[in-house]
């Protein structure tokens, strides 16, 4: 029985990020150390900091991370990439071209026996109307063609730079701590959605970029990802046990 990995949040091409082909050269190292291993890797969003795709035009760069996708669905590891707030533009590119299978919203799947509830977790609980106003904009179809009329040079540099904005005006470019389990917007719907649904053994999510494990029932579990900007964190399901752990370079065995 091969493990099952889970991890998001890397906002490639980031230009908060000041190491970025650093950053992206470790994703890839762990995707290629774990591609003889997995049976699936769960991407949960924001995966790219900003990634819209056009008819016949795709953003520039993350070439090594497209290619190491590629190569492990070629070995027939399943990848499964979840849209976050910042690639809700993905259409056919992915699953076309690197053979990923593309969720656009939250799914309940049955892994290894277990039930599992995975989403990016943007929205979900958070009772800020302006982001649901944002969002919805962003999901406009109609405002959707007419960003793509823009030219791909405009699109993209409006693209980072609003994502960039968005980060660093943030403290120290940092997402807010762990508000703890009365005011964290995930738990909170979490805690809701299991009481119409008491059959989900594990929920895990991503966006936050916090590392968080809680038993909220006898039976359900919630985890938050972390990131890979300055956590490199993920989570293993072997079928047995469900583990979070960190990525280190030369130190981490997988």
């Known amino acids: 029985m091969k493990p099952i990995f889970f991890l998001s949040d890397a906002h490639l091409g980031s230009l908060a990020i000041q190491h970025r082909r650093m950053q992206e050269r470790r994703l890839v190292r ?26 016949y035009v795709v953003p520039k760069g993350f070439t090594r991370f497209l290619g190491k996708l590629s190569e492990l669905t070629d070995m027939g590891v399943e990848v499964h990439y979840f849209t976050g707030n ?9 699953a076309d071209e690197c053979g990923v299978t593309l969720h656009k919203k939250p799914e309940t799947v ?12 943007d929205g979900l609980g958070d009772p800020n109307k302006s982001f649901k106003i944002i969002k919805s904009i962003f999901h406009n179809k109609t405002c959707q063609v007419l960003f793509s009329a823009l030219h791909p040079r405009w699109a993209m540099w409006f693209g980072l730079n609003w994502a960039k904005h968005s980060r660093m005006k943030r403290p120290d470019g940092e997402e807010p701590p762990y508000m703890g389990e009365n005011r964290e917007h ?3 719907y979490t805690k809701k959605y299991i009481e119409s649904h008491n059959d989900i053994d594990y929920f895990i999510y991503g966006h936050r970029h916090i590392e968080v494990d809680l038993q909220l029932s006898k039976k359900s579990r919630m ?13 293993v399901w072997d079928g047995q046990h469900l583990f979070m752990s960190q990525y280190i370079e030369g130190e981490t065995k997988l």
Do not use: P, R
């Open 186 to 188: 995930l738990v909170l």
């Open 30 to 55: 762990f995707l290629d150390d774990i591609k003889d291993k997995a049976q699936a890797v769960y991407l949960l969003g924001d995966m790219f900091d900003f990634w819209y795709e056009y008819k």
């Open 86 to 94: 910042h690639d809700i533009w993905a259409y056919s590119y992915l």
């Open 110 to 121: 049955e892994l290894y026996g277990k039930v599992f509830y995975l989403a990016h977790g």
């Open 223 to 235: 985890i938050i990802l972390g990131d890979w900007i300055s956590h490199f964190s993920y989570v």
